[in-house]
């Protein structure tokens, strides 16, 4: 990979590393205000062995402090199930995030068409993904998403401006709700991780709110879809995965796509 940064950010961590260590340890091991931006999806009935005992919300503060002044935390989460009843992750641990100083500058809906289907409620086919930051400085990289205009032809037509386009020549800002192809059995990124999210959805996000090179965490990397998509877009990554299993996987798609040479 071409401008592939290798250089040591920290004395005992290297950027585009596989760490296989309790994410407790290794957040003891990354200073305050050093990363760029966290993009993850915490854990919420994935049977994963581990995580059934986890504190999002005491993560969550942790996880915070890693982030520089002007970063962002970008968390995709779904709704958690509880006898019967739904359970929006996104709004049972946002005020989390206002007691640490950060605002939330989106609330992105993910919609898809295939999943589970409900017998006494509408099927859920949606899920969310919550961009905060502290303060108005944080990236934002509006011409790298624009998408085509409804009407790229339509001309004003009273004056001053009769005649001349009405729409912006470098597109227009996309909207809030994003429909992408979740990924279910035979899909071409699909791996044994049983909540696995698309390439496109990361892909956006960091285009979006993170610059080349930039430093991304995720926290709880699973099917490494972070870790791909930091390599499609030129972004330095540092992740840790506890389960072997799972990060031989991870391991494996990372090096099929370092050696796809049609993405440099």
Not at 23 to 50: F, R, V
Not at 153 to 178: A, I, T
Request: aromatic share 16%; proline share 5%.
């Amino acid at each position: 990979m071409q401008n592939w940064k290798e250089d040591s950010i920290w004395y005992e961590l290297s950027l585009n590393t596989i760490y296989n260590m309790d994410c407790i340890e290794w957040m003891k091991l990354i200073p305050d205000g050093s990363i760029d931006a966290i993009i993850t999806s915490p854990p919420y009935n994935i049977w994963k062995e581990y995580n059934e005992d986890i504190d999002i919300g005491n993560f969550i503060r942790k996880w915070v402090k890693k982030i520089k002044k002007d970063g962002i935390f970008i968390r995709q989460v779904g709704n958690r199930i509880e006898k019967w009843f739904i359970e929006p992750i996104d709004i049972s641990t946002h005020s989390i995030f206002k007691e640490e100083w950060f605002s939330l500058v989106n609330r992105i809906v993910w919609s898809f068409w295939h999943g589970l289907h409900a017998k006494k409620r509408l099927s859920g086919r949606y899920e969310v993904v919550c961009i905060y930051t502290r303060n108005n400085n944080y990236t934002f990289n509006l011409d790298d998403i624009r998408i085509p205009q409804k009407y790229p032809n339509k001309r004003h037509y009273k004056w001053p401006k009769k005649w001349q386009l009405s729409g912006n020549p470098l597109w227009k800002n996309p909207w809030d709700v994003w429909d992408i192809s979740n990924i279910k059995n035979n899909h071409p990124e699909k791996t044994s991780h049983p909540c696995q999210f698309p390439e496109q959805l990361i892909n956006k996000l960091l285009l979006w709110f993170t610059n080349e090179w930039d430093i991304i965490l995720d926290p709880f990397i699973w099917s490494w879809t972070t870790a791909i998509a930091c390599i499609n877009t030129n972004r330095n990554f540092i992740w840790f995965e506890l389960d072997e299993w799972y990060r031989n996987i991870a391991t494996k798609r990372i090096q099929d796509r370092l050696s796809d040479n049609t993405l440099f």
